[in-house]
């Protein structure tokens, strides 16, 4: 079974601070990645996605990859209450279908004013 | 519309009934996908569609049956609904025409409840 594991939560962070978002992932063979941000009763967001080792910076938002720890991270920079929501963690593993994901059970991030 | 519809948005269905949940998506993407979403579970594979004519099984596939006649369409069908059908169940759908693949676009969703 190929996993993929994030810590539940909730993250709380105060308003401006940085938060830092886990995953780590079993398949070492996996080659894309990504951050999916879902409010409560709707449906997930993409919003990142980074498919080699480093960093990748998006506004607020860096993803950071590295696949011989088999790690990615979220940061949220000056987080807002607006960012309140939990935050998934996908991964492409290896041999599963071209095109499929695996996500993890996510992480529920609390912004507080 | 732009992008990925399903319906119903919300149903009650009385346990041994026949459903199915429909996924359109406009954007031509090839790959298709549902997911069930459960507390504590996360969001696990049913079926996905690679190209249309052909279907696979995920991870929980029992109970659930899926077709794809053309690029745009996905149902998903319960043949005979259990109350551990219970869920929120989304469709998805992404344009991977090679490697590394692209994220996924998701539907809005479909709250079912089995009683």
């Known amino acids: 079974q190929k996993e993929v594991e994030q810590n539940s939560g909730p993250l709380s962070v105060p308003e401006g601070a940085i938060a830092s978002l886990n995953c780590t992932y079993s398949?070492?063979?996996?080659?894309?990645f990504f951050w999916y941000r879902q409010y409560s009763g709707k449906s997930p967001e993409l919003i990142m996605s980074?498919?080699?080792?480093g960093d990748k910076e998006d506004g607020r938002f860096t993803a950071q990859l590295n696949k011989a720890s088999q790690y990615v991270s979220l940061l949220i920079r000056d987080s807002q209450p607006s960012d309140s929501a939990t935050y998934l963690c996908?991964?492409?593993?290896?041999?599963?279908?071209?095109?499929?994901?695996?996500f993890g059970k996510g992480t529920k991030l609390s912004v507080i004013p | 519309i732009a992008g990925i519809t399903q319906a119903p948005t919300s149903q009650i269905l009385a346990a041994g009934r026949r459903m199915t949940l429909r996924c359109t998506q406009d954007m031509r993407h090839n790959a298709m996908y549902w997911y069930r979403q459960d507390l504590g579970l996360g969001l696990r594979l049913i079926h996905y569609?690679?190209?249309?004519?052909?279907?696979g099984k995920g991870e929980v596939p029992d109970g659930y049956s899926v077709s794809r006649a053309n690029t745009d369409d996905f149902p998903l069908t319960l043949a005979s609904a259990v109350p551990s059908q219970t869920s929120v169940y989304f469709c998805?759908?992404?344009?991977?025409?090679?490697?590394?693949?692209?994220?996924?676009?998701f539907g809005s969703g479909t709250r079912l409840t089995v009683v």
């Open positions: 998805a759908s992404s344009d991977s025409m090679g490697d590394p693949i692209y994220g996924y676009t």
């Open positions: 569609s690679n190209t249309a004519g052909t279907t």
């Open positions: 980074i498919y080699s080792n």
């Open positions: 398949d070492r063979g996996s080659q894309s």
């Open positions: 996908a991964v492409n593993p290896s041999g599963a279908g071209s095109y499929q994901l695996t």
